[in-house]
Structures are given as C-alpha cells and as structure tokens.
C-alpha cells in the first residue's frame, strides 16, 4: 500500500517502534513516518525488534512536527483511546473502515496517514484537530490502554482487508476529483485567520484560537475538493479587497 502512512508522534521506546515496522511489512504497509523519536534515529533496539522489516527502518522518514509530516496527505486519520472535547467525526475501527469511499481510497494519488500517539500521553489536542477524523478501537474499559504496536497491528489489519476487496473489485470508478493536501488547508486557514483578524473579527487572543480551531474542525470534516478550496480562497480575496477599496 503505497499511499498509507503510519506516522508515530513522540515515540518512547525503540523496541515499539521495531514492532510497528514489523507488523506494517506482514500487512504490506511500506510508509513509516516519525515525529521527534525520543531517542534518536535510527538506534539498536528500532533495528533489533523489527526482525527483518529492514526496508522500512530504511525508508523511514523523520520530522520535527506534525504538520510537515502530514504536509502532502490529502486525508488523516488519528488513533486516540481518551475522550476529547473536541467536535470531530470518530468511529470505531470497524465503522471507520466499512464507511471508506471506496473510490477515493483506492487512488494511487490519493495519500492519507494514520497519527499514533507517544506511549504514555498519546495525541495532543493540538495534534487531534489536524485530523479529518478519528479511529476508537473499542476494549476492556477497566484497561483500554493498548501498546502502540497492537494499536497499530489492529488499524492496518482492517485496512489490509479493505484493500485486498478493493483488488477484487476491478470495475470501481477513479474520481477524479482530487482532494487537498495538508499544506492546502494550512494556506487556506492562514489566509483565512489573516482576514478575519485584519478586518477586526477577533476580539481577543482567546476568541481567535478558538474560533479557527472550531473552524479547522467544520472544514475538516467537510471534506472538501481541491478546486473547492481554491474557489474559497478566492471569494474570501475578492471579499477582502471590495471591503478595501469601499
């Protein structure tokens, strides 16, 4: 699978990560990505515990942030096991898989990640608004904590299935209507704060973030086109513009 990136934020311990390489080559997942390993990379317990997923410790690429890893994915889905008081569309993993576009998710150009969080925190809310949508992997309620390796067997277990239908289904249609990437949306909620707090809408510090971050969430989950972004960029300059000249 060409187009999945499992991407870990803040890792603890290497031994996890070898395991999450492992578990990723057994399901044909090939896109490890990993957001301020605490230990460095790559190290000795990452190489010994991967046992013999070797191409995907290679290939693995490294960031500082969350953003630049998510930068050119047009889709992201985040693991989280904690309540948040945050309006983004979850499902259970079984829910989130049978509910997929099967022909968006097929596309070879459409990219989308899966965010894991560190081992004893997990996402941070800051982190969770990135996403378009998270996954629950239901369990014990008196232990629901699971280790980022089984979180991350269980996740590509469901889309492995989901994919191999997909080949068996030779006659669905590629949309060819694109999705934005990452970068897309931050340009659009930059240049969308930047008006908003030039024409005065904001009245405190407070009220703006609260404002843009409600506003990523309802984008988000809007699920919006390229083109339809790139037409929402450009009604809010021909706006902002009309409102300088009167």
Known sequence: MNNVF?????????????????VMKNLNFKNLRIVNPRDGWPNQDVISTAAGADDIITNTKVFDNV???????????????RKRDLNIKTLNLVNTVSSLNKTEFSRNDFKFGILFGC???????????T???LIYIPSNSDFSSLNISHA??????EFFKFFNDLILDQNSKISQ?????????????????EKLNNSGFFHSDFMKKSIMENIKVLFNRAELSSQE???????IKSLYEYNKQA
Do not use: H
């Not at 499992?6 to 492992?22: C, D, E, F, M, W």
């Not at 991350?152 to 277990?157: E, F, H, N, Q, Y």
């Not at 209507?177 to 704060?193: A, E, H, R, V």
């Open 229 to 235: 972004i790139k037409t929402l960029n450009g009604i």
């Open 119 to 129: 081992e004893s925190s997990g996402l941070s809310n800051e982190d969770l608004i």
């Open 6 to 22: 499992i991407i870990l934020v803040k890792p603890q311990l290497g031994q996890n990560i070898g395991s999450v390489a492992r």
């Open 67 to 81: 953003s630049e890893a998510c930068n050119d994915l047009n889709y992201l889905f985040a693991s989280s096991a």
């Open 131 to 133: 996403a378009n949508q």
């Open 152 to 157: 991350v067997s269980l996740i590509c277990w």
């Open 177 to 193: 209507n694109t999705s934005p990437t990452i970068k897309d949306m931050d340009y659009f909620y930059k240049n969308l704060c």
